[in-house]
């Protein structure tokens, strides 16, 4: 049987039901319920459909665990029941097509009462929306240096590796310090070539630097 890609859609939305929510808002019950209204599935069905397929790939063998929330900012509501402030992070887990990854979507209320959302990179990055954008350009950088006749990749995938840096050498200074560096392995997809691209990311007082530090391998 073929499923399309509505169909699809509608399955990870469905799948909202049944959703963890991790974190504090205002009410929690409301939230609930406003999570599970036919509003938020549209919402949700129509960031998903924006999603390029090399990332969430369609076919009839597609599997979803539960979705997680996770609270980011408390939320709060009018008496609408719409929510007028907060923001809070949903992931998908998808696998069977191709590209088993999460799919993470991220939803910032405003005070109008008008949710405004944000696709965020796949997979397990521990980035935020922010300085996704900033890696990006570097990730994208390290993968055209290996393949010189392509100019522009998409991130298909993101693996947290470890605290600490692979690249060079450099031990997990431990939960206890506040500066704790990590790095990632972003999967980079362009002109039909795939490359693993590790990702340093460090943090200091002043923000977080992002290094791509070589190291990119075609697979």
Not at 47 to 76: D, H, M, T, W, Y
Not at 176 to 183: A, I, L
Not at 202 to 209: C, E, H, L, W, Y
Request: glycine share 10%; charged share 15%.
């Amino acid at each position: 049987m073929r499923i399309g890609h509505a169909s699809l859609i509608m399955l990870l939305v469905f799948i909202l039901v049944s959703s963890e929510s991790r974190g504090q808002t205002a009410d929690s019950n409301q939230f609930q319920t406003f999570t599970k209204s036919d509003f938020y599935k549209r919402l949700v069905g129509s960031s998903l459909r924006a999603i390029p397929e090399i990332v969430f790939k369609q076919c009839p063998a597609l599997k979803s665990g539960n979705s997680n929330l996770l609270i980011i900012k408390p939320v709060s509501f009018g008496q609408s029941g719409y929510p007028n402030g907060g923001a809070w992070k949903q992931t998908f887990p998808v696998s069977g097509c191709g590209n088993d990854t999460i799919l993470n979507l991220y939803f910032f209320a405003g005070a109008d009462e008008k949710v405004n959302t944000a696709i965020g990179i796949p997979g397990t990055t521990l980035a935020d929306p922010i300085l996704q954008r900033d890696a990006v350009q570097y990730a994208n950088i390290g993968s055209s240096l290996a393949a010189k006749d392509c100019k522009l990749f998409l991130v298909k995938n993101t693996k947290f590796e470890s605290f600490g840096l692979s690249i060079p050498p450099t031990p997990d200074p431990g939960p206890s310090q506040r500066f704790r560096p990590w790095w990632e392995t972003w999967t980079m997809v362009g002109c039909n070539r795939t490359f693993r691209t590790p990702m340093n990311f460090i943090p200091d007082a002043k923000g977080t630097r992002v290094v791509q530090p070589g190291g990119v391998i075609e697979q």
